[in-house]
């Protein structure tokens, strides 16, 4: 075959691919992120015609199945197909199931982000901290240690608190994504070098080397960080370890935090830039409020 026929050939192979991929959501009949066990064969084929045939409530111009394939990690696909799966569960008529889910916080477009939320409460003794401990302002970071915007959230932060020195301290909390496999272990690894006074140089490896975060790593970071190595095995794996990782997720569920990074601000999620020049103007806020308070 001349060459112009063999290239006109792989770019219709390609197309063909192509087109066959962005359509493949129409006829899966599994989705991420979505459970139709429980269900009859007659409501799963119910339930995937509802979310082969709606639009996505986050906007995104994408039905709802669609959605679930070319960006699982949204939330309001998910959340909608959950509300609506649960209905047809409890023995809902699929205009029932498609009214309540409508209904649910997942039913419409969310929110334009605000600066600032209202405060709320988020414990942190015992938490890791750099800054002053009489700070006026009060960071409070939920991150994950394979996140590329927690990475990124590093020096933009560190930028913040050395332009307020005295004013301003960072606490971080910890909040693995089920989406990285490594994150879980790592913030374990984190807190196992918390015992020891050791959390910011663990840190700084971990995120330096996030993209290999498996235990055999861990491990030789932490050799290189001046822990007690049998200790910090035995504080990795540990029930306490543990559970200390579940408090963080947790608080961050019950705060809020759909992602990562976020960041307080005296209690309030913060929904701008990490970068220095947009966080002064909300510092500098806070800091008249602390002053007139005095």
Same mark, same amino acid.
Not at 145 to 169: E, G, N, R, S
Not at 208 to 232: D, Q, W, Y
């Given at each position: 075959m001349p060459k112009r026929g063999r290239y006109a050939a792989a770019a219709l192979l390609l197309a063909g691919a192509a087109l066959l991929f962005a359509q493949e959501w129409q006829t899966m009949t599994q989705l991420p992120g979505v459970d139709l066990t429980g269900l009859s064969p007659a409501k799963t084929n119910t339930a995937l015609r509802l979310l082969r045939n709606h639009n996505c409530s986050c906007g995104c111009d994408m039905k709802m199945a669609e959605c679930r394939v070319k960006d699982p990690g949204c939330g309001w696909s998910k959340g909608w197909a959950n509300e609506m799966l649960s209905a047809l569960r409890q023995g809902k008529d699929e205009n029932a199931a498609l009214t309540l889910a409508a209904a649910s916080r997942w039913g419409h477009p969310p929110a334009p982000p605000k600066l600032l939320d209202k405060p709320v409460q988020i414990p942190v003794a015992g938490s890791p901290e750099k800054g002053p401990a009489d700070a006026a302002v009060t960071l409070v970071e939920f991150s994950d240690?394979?996140?590329?915007?927690?990475?990124?959230?590093?020096?933009?932060?560190?930028?913040?608190?050395?332009?307020?020195? &005295?004013?301003?301290?960072l606490i971080f909390k910890q909040y693995p994504l089920d989406s990285h496999g490594q994150a879980l272990l790592a913030a374990q690894a984190a807190i196992a070098a918390h015992q020891q006074g050791r959390f910011w140089a663990m840190h700084d490896a971990m995120f330096?080397?996030?993209?290999?975060?498996?235990?055999?790593?861990?491990?030789?970071?932490?050799? &290189?960080?001046?822990?007690?190595?049998?200790?910090?095995t035995s504080d990795l794996d540990s029930v306490s370890t543990r559970k200390t990782v579940e408090q963080d997720t947790q608080d961050g569920d019950k705060a809020g935090v759909e992602g990562t990074p976020t960041v307080f601000i005296n209690g309030q999620k913060y929904g701008g830039s990490l970068d220095l020049e947009p966080m002064k103007s909300v510092i500098d806020a806070e800091l008249k409020k602390s002053a007139k308070k005095k």
């Open positions: 240690f394979q996140c590329p915007y927690c990475a990124k959230a590093i020096k933009q932060l560190d930028a913040v608190l050395k332009a307020y020195p &005295t004013q301003v301290k330096a080397n996030r993209s290999n975060l498996a235990r055999p790593s861990l491990m030789a970071m932490a050799g &290189t960080i001046g822990v007690e190595m049998k200790r910090f």
